[in-house]
Antibody, heavy 114, light 107 residues
Framework: QLVESGGGLVKPGGSLRLTCEAS????????MNWVRQAPGKGLEWVAS????????YYADSVKGRFTISRDNAKNSLSLQMNSLRGDDTAFYYC?????????WGQGTMVTVSS | DIQVTQSPSTLSASVGDRVTITCRTS??????LAWYQQKPGKAPKLLIS???TLESGVPSRFGGSGSGTEFTLTISSLQPDDFATYYC??????????FGQGTKVDI
């Protein structure tokens, strides 16, 4: 399973770090992703990281502000979010990549507001 | 980047109806398409990968078809548990893993 944490209320321009803890599978064998969903809106892919961090990709909307990373020894995925804006307000999910995103966490809410 | 267009955005149906949702991509993605179901307050659930491969535990009334740029999710006989929002997602090599806009299936 995947369990996200680290969400909360932050002011515009602020920073937040999300963490996703994995269990029950060999974390280091899979690429991982962050996906977000603004209230009442659809799904938006945010970032991906390869199993050994050999590749990292970002959506244009977060490039230069967000950083995805992983620690395979700790079965942990992170998303460092800087320069947060109001349109970053969303539920953030981590998801395992296995020909489609087959395992999702329960999500953590990030609210950017003054 | 590959664009993903899903239709319709909403669909009103009744229990027992056959339901079809379409997803089109701006470039060919061979069969690298997934379908998800999401219920309110829950994370999405993967139903179908590689355009037509049913995930373990997903009822056989769900089916996926298509290749290239046009894909279809079909629910052969809609059940009460199927009222939800459905999303397609392309994952062809690397173009951003784009989701469709979603289709809400309601009564």
């Amino acid at each position: 399973q995947l369990v996200e944490s680290g969400g909360g209320l932050v002011k515009p321009g602020g920073s937040l770090r999300l963490t996703c803890e994995a269990s029950g599978f060999s974390f280091s064998d899979f690429s991982m992703n962050w996906v977000r969903q603004a209230p009442g809106k659809g799904l938006e892919w945010v970032a991906s990281i390869g199993s050994r961090s050999t590749y990292i990709y970002y959506a244009d909307s977060v490039k230069g502000r967000f950083t995805i990373s992983r620690d395979n020894a700790k079965n942990s995925l992170s998303l460092q979010m800087n320069s947060l804006r109001g349109d970053d307000t969303a539920f953030y999910y981590c998801a395992r990549d296995k020909s489609g995103f087959d395992i999702w966490g329960q999500g953590t809410m990030v609210t950017v507001s003054s | 980047d590959i664009q993903v267009t899903q239709s319709p955005s909403t669909l009103s149906a009744s229990v027992g109806d056959r339901v079809t949702i379409t997803c089109r991509t701006s470039q060919t993605i061979t069969s690298w398409l997934a379908w998800y179901q999401q219920k309110p307050g829950k994370a999405p659930k993967l139903l179908i990968s590689k355009a037509s491969t049913l995930e373990s535990g997903v009822p056989s009334r769900f089916g996926g078809s298509g290749s290239g740029t046009e894909f279809t999710l079909t629910i052969s006989s809609l059940q009460p548990d199927d009222f939800a929002t459905y999303y397609c997602q392309q994952y062809h090599s690397f173009s951003p893993w784009a989701f469709g806009q979603g289709t809400k299936v309601d009564i």
